[in-house]
């Protein structure tokens, strides 16, 4: 569209395409859990690719912004209803693997997509490839193993039960036939439990948030670090183009030091703790990138650009752990989202960074450094959550801060359950 002297312009593609998540967050949320996780993996997925498609076909650039936008607001939650059904289709040992396995697929998606632009060369063959392939995901709706907890959750324990006994047939167990009886009580307690709980919850919710000091410093906590990890994040991998050498390459390496970043965060979080973990990441982060710009361009600076790269990556991918263990179970859900959507501001600026270099070539890597330095220090507010009991109410996350949270987090039995 003849963008070349027009930076703001391009700049103003990746704003306001992080800009749909605002409205993606929410709604595949409420889909996923009214209709399931299946439905909401569809629907997310087949807008990614009829939007993806049709702005392949774009005939300006106005057009082009338009469907930039509509395709991550109705199709940008596809990632997280995945991570949540395979979540959920797992048992607690499996966890850990499923979270590695999804950032793994994250880098290798990457760097597929930057080797085929390198080979393409032309941004209309390339959104073809990426995007065909997503229209044909509705047939997920008849192939895809719904979440038995959801089914469990909503009632339909027949059905839920029926994706326990294929589970158990692929993985040539043999559970008791008495186990289904008892996880079906469970589920009925629990879902009755519920019930009972949701009138006074919703009457009491609201007004215990607004007069809790500690919710409120814990959520501006976890939202200012919310966006500072995802400014950072992405501003990082987009201004990787301005590194010395390929660009290609560059942005491809810029992926791949995700990997080793996120075995750290499995190995690092339970040995050392959340708060000792995480701060040191940020501060080596702030501590790199500020010094980032007195270092003479070549290898030396490139290896500093990637070893911020790699701190963020490590903080940004422990917060969610850690944000999920300081919010009440009551309120965790919701506050997580609220955090996530506000860090939503940190992406969506993040494109416009390369523009700061017009005043000064190393501010953008000054400003990231800035904000994860002041992050490392935000973080030594929150309390250590390491081997302790999810708080299940305001009480306990306030013992948290007091340090009277002894109890063991809760030791679960493995079911299992893969499919």
């Known amino acids: 569209f003849d963008l070349a002297c027009q930076d703001w ?174 996880v079906e009580k469970h589920a009925t307690k629990q879902r009755d439990e519920r019930k009972c709980e949701n009138v006074e919850r919703n009457q009491s919710t609201f007004n215990q948030l607004l007069t809790s000091p500690m919710i409120w410093k814990r959520l501006f906590t976890c939202s200012f670090l919310w966006i500072s990890s995802t400014l950072v994040y992405y501003g990082l991998s987009i201004n990787a183009i301005e590194l010395s050498g390929n660009s290609y390459v560059n942005y491809i390496v810029i992926l791949v030091i995700e990997a080793p970043a996120n075995i750290c965060k499995l190995i690092f979080l339970d040995r050392f703790g959340r708060k000792k973990v995480i701060a040191t990441a940020y501060f080596l982060t702030g501590l790199i990138l500020i010094n980032y710009g007195f270092v003479p361009a070549g290898n030396w600076s490139i290896l500093l650009y990637l070893g911020g790269k790699f701190f963020i990556t490590l903080a940004y991918n422990s917060l969610y752990v850690f944000a999920a263990e300081v919010f009440p179970t009551n309120y965790r859900t919701s506050l997580l989202a609220m955090c996530s959507t506000i860090g939503r501001i940190g992406s969506t600026v993040a494109p416009q960074t390369p523009l700061l270099t017009r005043f000064y070539v190393y501010l953008p890597t000054m400003i990231f450094g800035g904000m994860a330095a002041i992050s490392g220090f935000l973080v030594l507010t929150l309390p250590e959550t390491n081997n302790l009991k999810l708080p299940d109410s305001l009480k306990e996350a306030q013992d948290q801060d007091r340090k009277k949270a002894e109890e063991p987090i809760e030791k679960t039995i493995d079911n299992k359950t893969r499919l």
């Not at 909503?154 to 008791?176: F, Q």
Request: glycine share 8%; proline share 3%; with cysteine.
């Open 9 to 182: 312009k391009r700049s103003l593609v990746g704003t306001v395409h992080n800009a749909g998540f605002f409205i993606a967050i929410p709604l595949t949320g409420l889909i996923s859990d009214k209709y399931g996780r299946r439905p909401a993996i569809v629907f997310a997925a087949v807008a990614n690719g009829i939007f993806g498609v049709i702005r392949a076909l774009s005939v300006n650039y106005d057009m082009f912004v338009v469907f930039e936008f509509l395709e991550p607001a109705f199709g940008g939650g596809v990632y997280t209803a995945c991570f949540v059904l395979a979540l959920e289709l797992v048992g607690p040992k499996g966890r850990v693997f499923v979270s590695l396995l999804f950032n793994t697929m994250f880098i290798l998606g990457g760097v597929t997509v930057t080797l085929l632009s390198w080979w393409l060369l032309n941004w209309r063959y390339l959104l073809f490839i990426i995007y065909t392939p997503a229209v044909f995901v509705f047939i997920y709706i008849w192939t895809l193993t719904e979440s038995f907890r959801w089914l469990f959750s909503k009632g339909r324990y027949e059905e839920g039960l029926k994706v326990l006994s294929k589970s158990e047939k692929m993985n040539n167990a043999n559970v008791p036939k008495d186990h289904y009886e008892q």
